[in-house]
């Protein structure tokens, strides 16, 4: 059974581990592949971000993120951004945390979950999404620099929590 929880510091390396192996692919993330360690401490776990883990047999397969998605009249709407290990994929650890990720944006007062930045190509996370209630409410052209692929669009998705 997949547990998510709140992420402590002693988790970090394991977080670490997932980013890495994510960010550095090119292919679903803007964060730069050479991001550091302290880059990814930055960016995963400094306040006020929300971060948790996903845990299969006590082992951290999965993180997820949340936070405002703006600050002052904007702040009650979410933003997430979800990893799981690449050897994970296919357990249902993406889609625990998306519907976990759901029940605690309504927990922590958010009316909305957004997601800013979905790439057009990473098909499994774009059916996750769809499959979980979220709309594609619009389309940024050739916002994202595939490491492979080059230019290719980038989607706004929502649903309301």
């Not at 997932?18 to 400094?46: N, R, Y």
């Not at 296919?90 to 759901?102: N, P, Y």
Request: with cysteine.
């Amino acid at each position: 059974m997949i547990k998510i929880r709140k992420a402590r510091d002693t988790d970090f390396d394991d977080i670490w581990n997932i980013f890495h192996q994510v960010v550095k692919k090119g292919d679903t993330f803007a964060f730069d592949p050479k991001a550091s360690k302290e880059d990814c401490k930055t960016l995963w776990m400094s306040p006020p971000l929300h971060t948790y883990v996903a845990e299969l047999d006590n082992k951290i397969l999965g993180t997820y993120i949340m936070r405002k998605n703006q600050t002052g009249l904007g702040g009650h709407v979410a933003n997430a951004a979800y990893m799981v290990h690449p050897e994970t994929h296919g357990q249902g650890i993406g889609k625990t945390m998306g519907s976990h990720s759901i029940k605690q944006a309504k927990k922590l007062g958010f009316s909305a979950i957004q997601f800013n930045f979905v790439v057009s190509t990473n098909i499994v996370a774009i059916q996750l999404w769809l499959r979980l209630g979220f709309k594609i409410v619009g389309t940024v052209p050739k916002a994202f620099n595939h490491q492979k692929l080059g230019l290719v669009d980038v989607y706004i998705m929502h649903r309301f929590v």
